[in-house]
């Protein structure tokens, strides 16, 4: 293999890797955006239960439920797609 052949082919390399930590990095602030969204829902059920005796706590925790319920297929799927991804960028060695 040829020294053009070996840098192009680490190029290729580099790229595939910059955009899969791009798109890591993309799933890291969704992530945290999902926690500030879960933090809100803890802090409102917390409030009702203070000065409302809860009235509202059960729709609260059913919606906090179905956002980690969701947001466990999200990440169970982004991790298996990045996985499938590095496999193949190996893979092309």
Avoid at 21 to 49: G, H
Avoid at 57 to 74: F, H, I, P, V, W
């Amino acid at each position: 293999m040829s020294l053009q052949t070996q840098i192009k082919a680490a190029t290729e390399k580099s790229e595939a890797y910059k955009s899969l930590a791009e798109e890591l990095s993309f799933q890291l602030v969704c992530d945290k955006d999902f926690n500030v969204w879960l933090n809100a829902i803890f802090v409102a059920i917390k409030r009702d239960i203070e000065a409302h005796g809860g009235g509202q706590s059960k729709n609260l925790a059913e919606l906090g439920q179905y956002l980690t319920d969701s947001q466990s297929s999200t990440l169970d799927c982004a991790i298996g797609d990045s996985n499938r991804a590095f496999e193949a960028v190996e893979g092309d060695q």
